[in-house]
């Protein structure tokens, strides 16, 4: 089993939908959960940070983590065409140190105006 | 803030010479930077950790004599692809980690096309 599993897609949804992206991880030492959004030809960018478990909103994005079921998820609402990329989950331990995040696969995703 | 740059943003080299990418962190001291590669509609790769006044850590199947990382200072971090074939063509990304925190800021990435 991968350290990280994330559904690769393609999602496509219309223009103002609720788009949920997610991720299951089997290390239950993570502990810091980020999202970031790469557009094509691009470095990613990084969207959400959450430590431990719960919600944190920013504007349309919502970062939700269940650490008791190893899952978290992003939440776009009223998604626009500009939100058409490739989102990436990763994940990290306490005092990783040097330690790399672990990355998903990403998530592709088009929101058709 | 939390601004990584790269340079060059894209390079065109013939097959046998070497290139150099640069990895700067524009606002903030990071002790530790990290390379990745992509291929196109694949995710990303990490190639090695690369942590300031040592020598950088490869991950497994990546040549250390071929891609060669310096981080001489806190801020800026080097890869270079010696006598580049046009298999290590590909979409070259760095990122960069602030002192004890766990985000990583990564830099917009530098395309290099080996002919």
């Known amino acids: 089993q991968k350290e990280v599993e994330q559904d690769p897609g393609p999602l496509s949804v219309p223009e103002g939908a609720i788009v949920s992206l997610n991720c299951t991880y089997s290390?239950?030492?993570?502990?810091?959960f980020m999202w970031y959004r790469q557009y094509s030809r691009k470095g990613p960018e990084l969207l959400m940070y959450?430590?431990?478990?719960g919600n944190k909103e920013d504007g349309r994005f919502t970062a939700q983590v269940d650490k008791s079921s190893k899952y978290i998820s992003l939440f776009i609402r009223d998604s626009q065409p500009s939100d058409s990329a490739t989102y990436l989950c990763?994940?990290?331990?306490?005092?990783?140190?040097?330690?790399?995040?672990?990355f998903g696969k990403g998530t592709r995703l088009s929101v058709i105006a | 803030g939390a601004v990584v740059s790269q340079h060059p943003s894209r390079v065109i080299c013939k097959s046998g010479t070497s290139v150099k990418i640069e990895c700067r962190s524009l606002?903030?001291?990071?002790?530790?930077m990290f390379w990745y590669r992509q291929f196109p509609k694949q995710s990303l790769m990490l190639m090695a950790t690369?942590?300031?006044?040592?020598?950088?850590?490869?991950e497994q199947g990546v040549e250390k004599d071929k891609f060669l990382i310096n981080h001489a200072s806190l801020t800026l971090s080097t890869l270079t692809v010696t006598s580049a074939h046009p298999e290590d063509s590909s979409f070259y990304i760095c990122?960069?980690?602030?002192?004890?925190?766990?985000?990583?800021?990564f830099g917009p990435g530098t395309r290099l096309t080996v002919l």
């Open positions: 990122s960069a980690r602030p002192g004890f925190y766990n985000e990583q800021f």
């Open positions: 290390n239950s030492a993570f502990q810091y």
């Open positions: 959450t430590y431990s478990s």
């Open positions: 990763a994940m990290s331990a306490l005092d990783s140190g040097n330690t790399p995040l672990v």
């Open positions: 606002d903030f001291q990071a002790t530790t």
């Open positions: 690369s942590n300031e006044g040592s020598k950088a850590t490869y």
